[in-house]
């Protein structure tokens, strides 16, 4: 009976990967051979952090439409890019989305990576909730304790899990949602990491909004609970708070990852002349935001190291089976399709030969209006059309203001090499720096 049942089943398998390799409707379509028949070669690549490494090569090796799983496709063409996440409410979210070092070292080179996540952290933190939150940045309490840590592996391994069903249902059943989400506590008894930072922030907008209604400071929640029934932006109290706690989760990483990877690029070799340029031009100017130097070297280091090297998967439904440029068949409906912002970024059609450089010029240099429409257009590391980053504002403020801070007081100079993975979104594990002072 076994033998039987052991038979079946290798019977079935082989079956199963003979039909996806030859027979599928995306068979026609080159990629890796693992990935024609399963999503473990994703997951692998995914969980080792260079994903989008991988795909990058293959999209050079393979051309610009990729198979990248069973069901699954990664365009590199930013035409392909307006088509999945543009106005076409073809392509919507699938399944895929069910799933509920010392600071300073003894030379004097400071690791700027955890402190700027802190610092991104703690800042969205009051953005969002005001002073109410705490009255000392989050993280530097005692029920703060440990959240940016926590915060990086749910991110890291929930988006990893979407990439095999199995894994996705069993992150999704009620004992392992209680088991992630079960509270921690201090050794005072203080609970700590995400239970701390939950039950919080329902005591405000959920129990007591007036502590966020009454503080003279604004705030994003602050804003939302004023909207009264009726007008068209209002939300009830509950999805204010999953809003406003869904945008302290998808913000600081990533935004840590774009202000660490403008500074890494400032601090090299490169990067030193640069500098200087934007300390000249933050001194003629009333706003950071004005400097278009400050802008030319932020657009550049966010295309060169994309904050998000993941692609967010759409699927195929009715109508936009063709509306892919470069698809000369129809997609079947189902079909999984995305295309990779790192992977769009380095696009070599669209950047020039010069795309794996890092060259602050090229936003300074174009010819014409239009074509600086056209950069900027293409630059897609925060998505675009309905479906962008709703925090692209918010997350530019953050970056031009912690960057144009630590120009304007030291001279940076990069120790080593930046140490960091691709996962839902890049993160920095380390990044040594030597800090100047230029201010007497």
């Known amino acids: 009976m076994i033998v039987t049942v052991i ?132 993280t530097e309490t005692a029920r703060g304790a440990g959240i940016l840590e926590v915060f990086r592996a749910l991110s890291k391994v929930s988006w990893g899990c979407s990439y095999i069903p199995f894994l996705s249902w069993l992150m999704s059943t009620g004992p392992m949602i209680r088991m992630t989400r079960k509270p ?129 998967p759409r699927k195929v439904h009715l109508g936009a089976e063709k509306a892919i440029p470069g698809v000369n068949r129809p997609l079947p409906l189902g079909t999984l399709v995305s295309a990779n912002s790192w992977i769009v970024s380095h696009d070599e059609r669209t950047w020039g030969r010069d795309a794996g450089s890092w060259k602050p010029e090229r936003w300074l240099h174009t010819e014409d209006y239009a074509g600086k429409r056209s950069m900027d257009d293409n630059l897609l590391v925060f998505s675009k059309g309905p479906r962008g980053c709703i925090g692209k504002d918010i997350a530019m403020t953050i970056v031009t203001e912690a960057v144009a801070g630590v120009v304007a007081k030291w001279r940076i100079e990069k120790v080593g090499e930046m140490e960091s993975g691709g996962w839902l979104e890049m993160q920095i594990g380390w990044c040594g720096m030597h800090f100047t002072s230029i201010i007497a």
């Open 184 to 312: 921690t506590f201090s050794a005072a008894g203080l609970p700590t990491g995400i239970a701390a930072l939950v039950s919080r922030t329902q005591l405000l907008l959920l129990d007591e909004p007036n502590m966020v209604l009454t503080a003279n400071q604004p705030s994003i929640a602050k804003n939302m609970l004023t909207l009264e029934k009726g007008v068209s932006r209002y939300n009830d109290s509950d999805t204010v708070w999953r809003e406003c706690f869904n945008l302290l989760f998808a913000g600081p990483g990533s935004t840590a990852a774009a202000v660490t990877g403008v500074l890494e690029r400032l601090g090299s070799e490169e990067g030193k002349e640069w500098q200087q340029k934007i300390r000249d031009e933050l001194g003629q100017v009333n706003n950071h935001s004005d400097s278009e130097v400050l802008s030319a070297v932020i657009r550049e280091s966010l295309r060169f190291s994309a904050p998000f090297p993941t692609a967010f």
């Open 7 to 138: 038979q079946f089943l290798t019977v079935s398998v082989l079956s199963l990967a003979v039909y996806r390799r030859l027979l599928h409707p995306l068979a026609a379509y080159p990629g890796p051979f693992l990935a024609s028949i399963s999503n473990v070669w994703k997951f692998y690549h995914y969980m080792k952090g260079n994903l989008h490494v991988v795909e990058q090569h293959l999209h050079h090796q393979y051309g610009p439409i990729l198979r990248t799983g069973p069901n699954t496709l990664s365009f590199s063409d930013p035409a392909a890019f307006e088509s999945i996440y543009g106005f076409n409410h073809g392509f919507e979210k699938g399944e895929f989305y069910a799933f509920a070092r010392d600071a300073t070292t003894g030379d004097g080179v400071v690791d700027i990576a955890k402190p700027i996540h802190a610092l991104t952290f703690n800042t969205l933190a009051e953005m969002i909730y005001g002073p109410a939150l705490s009255s000392e940045p989050w």
